[in-house]
């Protein structure tokens, strides 16, 4: 197993779980899988497909994720397929061909075409296992449920004999049960690896107007030269503007959302895989057919409306282990939008409990991950050290006297008054809808005015979140004064707010592209070398020069984990190159020439 492992995909080592759940296969049983995005699912049934006799048949719902898998295997010297309905007659045929000799090992479908071809090609052939990908669509309480997949049952029926693998990232009881249920599998043993992904950071920003998002965001970009990511935002106009703003600056930007016509976002999406553009500004459309595996950052515009969203999104950073960064913008605004959508959906109770969990994490003042992992079940006994509140804790002060002024503005326009009214209020100033309400005349007119607007918002994000006053969804969005506002209001009680950090105030950006504590993880070894930043670069050019070549992506060329490893070590033989993780036979010899002749080129000079 080692040694298949090292020959095609140059690694030295499993992943944990990796091990027992092919071990578990090649004794013909059927499996379950439950592992993050990134955990590396894929090697459970595609190193079992190589070790066995047959061809492997793997269930996939999107055309774009077979062909990057195809790839993928390809590129590592491995004989794999794909049917699906872009193919055409004559492709079927030399496909049906090659199947039936036995010459492939790995054969990816599409749900459709499998019930297709469950009395045809498939009992033409010598079948190992049948992988099923992206189980969780089989589930109708999932996300991306599929009708076709709730056939795949008759795989059961008609090959008793060949053992199932049903992999997924969604974790909960009831995607588990349902597709334990509706594969029909015979004593399944289930595997549930951990759903930390250490190498994503998490920071959040909270109370900022969309200036400041902006200036945020070209700072961002800026410090992830060259680094492409995702930014979701809430709805398509937003995605759009965002887009103008990136591409003003001259960044290589596409845009993403349902409302575009199927080519505009296959070439958006394929713009990305191939890293002509370094951002994607999408709506939630965006995500599911991406397996790029060198998504090195993703933010959030908005606030998303549950953690399993959330959690999603930012787990197509970072795929490949490296460190990614993560940044979640949370405004009032947001939060009074979403808490109106959840009040209105059809299941109000278990969307806004959703909502409200988001909304803790956002606003939390312990270690982010540890909410997160808690959130899935999970439990951590440390702090990360990889999110802003580790980094940078949060420090409180006695704020009473801010609450005050805010509770009591409220107070006197009887709660007639939404946060911007109120805002207004505190600053003194003078617009037509203020002075013909007569709020000018109010006794806490401009009592506010030492403090920024931007940072009344956190304020008053703060004091929500406090329980001082609630929203009425219902009136306007008009602020109501709870009773232990009251408390605060009236001096019965203190008020303890944070401290407001700026951009400016916090620490500067960890050093950055060390391939990090996953390593630990992983067992790889940490390399105590330093990275040559130019030579990188030229290695990087040397990369996109080989892909477009073949057509095919940088990243499957090399992963970018890959990249810095080579960047790090300088390998000046082919047996060096070879022995690199992440560089198998096939790509030794495909690739070493070039790549040692560069470095050698590069470090002489
Ligand atoms: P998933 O399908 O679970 O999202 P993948 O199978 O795409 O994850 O694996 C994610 C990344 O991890 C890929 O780049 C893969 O090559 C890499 N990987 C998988 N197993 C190992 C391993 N044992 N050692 C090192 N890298 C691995
Ligand atoms: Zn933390």
């Given at each position: 197993?080692?040694?298949?492992?090292?020959?095609?995909?140059?690694?030295?080592?499993?992943?944990?779980?990796?091990?027992?759940?092919?071990?578990?296969?090649?004794?013909?049983?059927?499996?379950?899988?439950?592992?993050?995005?990134?955990?590396?699912?894929?090697?459970?049934?595609?190193?079992?497909?190589?070790?066995?006799?047959?061809?492997?048949?793997?269930?996939?719902?999107?055309?774009?994720?077979?062909?990057?898998?195809?790839?993928?295997?390809?590129?590592?010297?491995?004989?794999?397929?794909?049917?699906?309905?872009?193919?055409?007659?004559?492709?079927?045929?030399?496909?049906?061909?090659?199947?039936?000799?036995?010459?492939?090992?790995?054969?990816?479908?599409?749900?459709e075409r499998l019930l297709a071809e469950t009395n045809f090609l498939l009992k033409d052939i010598h079948i190992s296992l049948f992988a099923i990908d992206e189980a969780?669509?089989?589930?109708?309480?999932?996300?991306?449920?599929?009708?076709?997949?709730?056939?795949?049952?008759?795989?059961?029926?008609?090959?008793?004999?060949?053992?199932?693998?049903?992999?997924?990232?969604?974790?909960?009881?009831?995607?588990?049960?349902?597709?334990?249920?509706?594969?029909?599998?015979?004593?399944?043993?289930?595997?549930?690896?951990?759903?930390?992904?250490?190498?994503?950071?998490?920071?959040?920003?909270?109370?900022?107007?969309?200036?400041?998002?902006?200036?945020?965001?070209?700072?961002?970009?800026?410090?992830?030269?060259?680094?492409?990511?995702?930014?979701?935002?809430?709805?398509?106009?937003?995605?759009?503007?965002?887009?103008?703003?990136?591409?003003?600056?001259?960044?290589?930007?596409?845009?993403?959302?349902?409302?575009?016509?199927?080519?505009?976002?296959?070439?958006?999406?394929?713009?990305?895989?191939?890293?002509?553009?370094?951002?994607?500004?999408?709506?939630?459309?965006?995500?599911?057919?991406?397996?790029?595996?060198?998504?090195?950052?993703?933010?959030?515009?908005?606030?998303?409306?549950?953690?399993?969203?959330?959690?999603?999104?930012?787990?197509?950073?970072?795929?490949?282990?490296?460190?990614?960064?993560?940044?979640?913008?949370?405004?009032?605004?947001?939060?009074?939008?979403?808490?109106?959508?959840?009040?209105?959906?059809?299941?109000?109770?278990?969307?806004?409990?959703?909502?409200?969990?988001?909304?803790?994490?956002?606003?939390?003042?312990?270690?982010?991950?540890?909410?997160?992992?808690?959130?899935?079940?999970?439990?951590?006994?440390?702090?990360?050290?990889?999110?802003?509140?580790?980094?940078?804790?949060?420090?409180?002060?006695?704020?009473?006297?801010?609450?005050?002024?805010?509770?009591?503005?409220?107070?006197?326009?009887?709660?007639?008054?939404?946060?911007?009214?109120?805002?207004?209020?505190?600053?003194?100033?003078?617009?037509?809808?203020l002075i013909e309400k007569g709020y000018d005349k109010l006794k806490t007119y401009a009592v506010g005015r030492d403090i920024p607007a931007r940072d009344w918002q956190?304020?008053?994000?703060?004091?929500?979140?406090?329980?001082?006053?609630?929203?009425?969804?219902?009136?306007?969005?008009?602020?109501?004064?709870?009773?232990?506002?009251?408390?605060?209001?009236?001096?019965?009680?203190?008020?303890?707010?944070?401290?407001?950090?700026?951009?400016?105030?916090?620490?500067?950006?960890?050093?950055?592209?060390?391939?990090?504590?996953?390593?630990?993880?992983?067992?790889?070894?940490?390399?105590?070398?330093?990275?040559?930043?130019?030579?990188?670069?030229?290695?990087?050019?040397?990369?996109?020069?080989?892909?477009?070549?073949?057509?095919?992506?940088?990243?499957?060329?090399?992963?970018?984990?890959?990249?810095?490893?080579?960047?790090?070590?300088?390998?000046?033989?082919?047996?060096?190159?070879?022995?690199?993780?992440?560089?198998?036979?096939?790509?030794?010899?495909?690739?070493?020439?070039?790549?040692?002749?560069?470095?050698?080129?590069?470090?002489?000079?």
């Amino acid at each position: 197993m080692l040694q298949t492992l090292k020959n095609y995909f140059g690694y030295d080592s499993f992943r944990p779980l990796q091990q027992n759940i092919i071990q578990n296969l090649l004794a013909q049983k059927d499996t379950l899988v439950l592992m993050p995005t990134g955990g590396g699912k894929s090697i459970c049934y595609q190193l079992p497909a190589l070790l066995m006799e047959g061809t492997a048949i793997v269930v996939s719902p999107l055309i774009s994720l077979m062909k990057d898998q195809v790839e993928s295997l390809q590129a590592n010297g491995i004989a794999a397929r794909a049917l699906n309905s872009s193919n055409n007659e004559t492709e079927n045929i030399s496909l049906r061909r090659e199947c039936i000799q036995g010459k492939v090992k790995l054969l990816y479908i599409s749900p459709e075409r499998l019930l297709a071809e469950t009395n045809f090609l498939l009992k033409d052939i010598h079948i190992s296992l049948f992988a099923i990908d992206e189980a969780h669509c089989i589930s109708q309480w999932g996300h991306d449920f599929r009708p076709e997949y709730t056939q795949l049952k008759i795989l059961r029926e008609q090959f008793p004999k060949v053992p199932i693998i049903a992999l997924t990232a969604t974790a909960d009881k009831i995607t588990r049960k349902d597709i334990v249920q509706q594969l029909a599998l015979k004593d399944p043993q289930i595997f549930i690896s951990s759903f930390d992904r250490p190498n994503l950071s998490l920071e959040v920003k909270r109370g900022y107007q969309q200036k400041e998002k902006t200036r945020s965001i070209l700072e961002f970009i800026r410090k992830h030269k060259n680094e492409c990511g995702i930014i979701y935002c809430m709805s398509r106009n937003k995605t759009e503007s965002v887009a103008e703003t990136l591409k003003r600056q001259g960044i290589r930007t596409a845009v993403y959302h349902a409302g575009l016509s199927n080519e505009m976002r296959d070439k958006a999406q394929n713009d990305f895989i191939n890293d002509r553009v370094q951002v994607v500004c999408a709506t939630i459309a965006f995500g599911m057919g991406i397996d790029k595996s060198n998504v090195r950052w993703v933010i959030h515009y908005n606030l998303p409306k549950s953690i399993e969203s959330f959690y999603q999104e930012i787990g197509r950073a970072g795929r490949d282990g490296m460190e990614s960064d993560t940044l979640l913008f949370y405004s009032l605004g947001d939060l009074i939008m979403l808490s109106k959508f959840a009040a209105e959906s059809g299941q109000q109770e278990i969307n806004l409990e959703k909502l409200h969990r988001m909304q803790q994490y956002a606003e939390a003042d312990i270690c982010r991950r540890r909410i997160l992992l808690n959130y899935f079940g999970e439990t951590m006994d440390h702090d990360c050290g990889n999110c802003d509140v580790c980094r940078n804790p949060p420090e409180r002060f006695n704020g009473t006297i801010i609450v005050q002024k805010a509770l009591s503005a409220i107070a006197r326009t009887n709660q007639q008054i939404g946060t911007h009214m109120l805002i207004d209020i505190l600053k003194g100033a003078a617009n037509q809808e203020l002075i013909e309400k007569g709020y000018d005349k109010l006794k806490t007119y401009a009592v506010g005015r030492d403090i920024p607007a931007r940072d009344w918002q956190d304020y008053l994000l703060q004091m929500l979140n406090l329980g001082y006053f609630e929203i009425a969804y219902n009136e306007n969005n008009h602020l109501k004064i709870t009773e232990s506002g009251q408390k605060v209001l009236f001096g019965k009680e203190p008020a303890m707010l944070v401290v407001i950090k700026r951009e400016e105030q916090t620490s500067a950006k960890r050093k950055r592209q060390k391939p990090i504590k996953e390593e630990t993880l992983f067992q790889t070894p940490v390399l105590p070398q330093d990275e040559d930043e130019s030579l990188f670069e030229e290695l990087r050019t040397l990369r996109k020069k080989l892909a477009d070549e073949q057509a095919i992506p940088a990243y499957i060329v090399l992963s970018d984990k890959t990249l810095h490893q080579i960047a790090i070590l300088r390998p000046t033989t082919i047996e060096a190159f070879g022995s690199i993780s992440g560089i198998g036979e096939y790509k030794k010899e495909k690739y070493g020439k070039e790549f040692t002749e560069l470095i050698k080129r590069v470090t002489r000079k």
